[in-house]
């Protein structure tokens, strides 16, 4: 008979404030479970750091979502955290210390349903790590040999996003996804929690043309299917359909954007660690 009992949560990661729309998104689908949310604020953002920065930053970030919160299962929705982090976490960290646990990333999943869809000529925006690291690349040529990624960094955007420059946004973004139109894409995958907030400017700068795919609509149909595959973790799972966020900085800008997404009366608490 199993150790584990029933009364573990599901813990979604990200570096700041975007994966509060993946968050909110799973809760959405996925309302019966319980979620922890953890935001990064104090380190925000990530996708300038060195890779070593980032692995601690992450593996901190998911002890604590496992120790404190009893969380059995994390999603990593930060792609910077997701490329730089999850092979190492899931291969040493939790092997050698959380066998029972597990860590899901975004990446995979993006790729499958950019493919489950047909497509094959996919731009790509994302941090400047991100897109340097080509693990989109390497990804897909082990899902589909007939599928391209044309990656574009694009690091304005996070610091647009954060600090209200939606008057620069379409300038910005205009010269970002020029180039990659150019390419004749028909996919452009949002490779970054943060431009979830942007995607309906993304699809009327890029006239609909391109279908643009954004984590938000992906991570809780990808989730739901994981859970069916998996009864093991799904049996584990406590069902209040509660929802806690906390940030390793509760600063008056992550609360303001917090109570915007998920109503007035939210609330962010401090996560020591
Ligand atoms: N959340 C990060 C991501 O999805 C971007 C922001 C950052 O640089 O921390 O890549």
């Not at 693990?135 to 647009?160: C, D, N, S």
């Not at 069916?228 to 954007?257: C, W, Y």
């Amino acid at each position: 008979m199993s150790a584990v009992t029933r009364s573990k949560k599901i813990g979604i990661f990200d570096s700041g404030l975007g994966g509060l729309y993946v968050a909110r998104a799973v809760r959405q689908m996925l309302p019966e479970y319980d979620y922890v949310y953890l935001g990064d604020t104090l380190n925000v953002p990530y996708g300038g750091r060195s890779m070593n920065a980032i692995y601690k930053l992450s593996e901190a970030a998911i002890k604590y979502l496992f120790d404190v919160h009893d969380c059995d299962l994390v999603i990593i929705a930060c792609n910077t955290a997701s490329v730089t982090a999850l092979n190492k976490l899931q291969r040493e960290f939790l092997t050698q210390n959380y066998p029972d646990r597990r860590i899901l990333g975004v990446i995979v999943p993006t790729l499958e349903s950019a493919t489950e869809l047909g497509a094959t000529q996919i731009g790509l925006i994302a941090t400047e790590y991100t897109i340097r690291s080509k693990i989109y690349e390497e990804e897909i040529a082990k899902i589909t040999p007939k599928a391209q990624i044309f990656g574009q960094p694009t690091p304005l955007l996070v610091p647009l996003i954060e600090n209200q420059g939606a008057k620069y946004m379409d300038m910005v973004l205009g010269d970002y996804l020029e180039p990659l139109i150019e390419q004749g894409l028909d996919s452009l995958i949002l490779g970054c929690t943060h431009y979830i907030e942007i995607k309906d400017i993304v699809r009327e700068l890029t006239r609909h043309r391109v279908r643009v795919l954004s984590q938000d609509e992906i991570t809780p149909p990808k989730l739901k299917d994981y859970l069916q595959r998996h009864p093991e973790m799904e049996e584990r799972l406590i069902k209040n359909g509660t929802f806690e966020i906390f940030a390793t900085d509760v600063n008056q800008s992550f609360l303001k954007n917090v109570q915007k997404l998920m109503g007035d009366n939210a609330k962010a608490e401090q996560a020591s660690y």
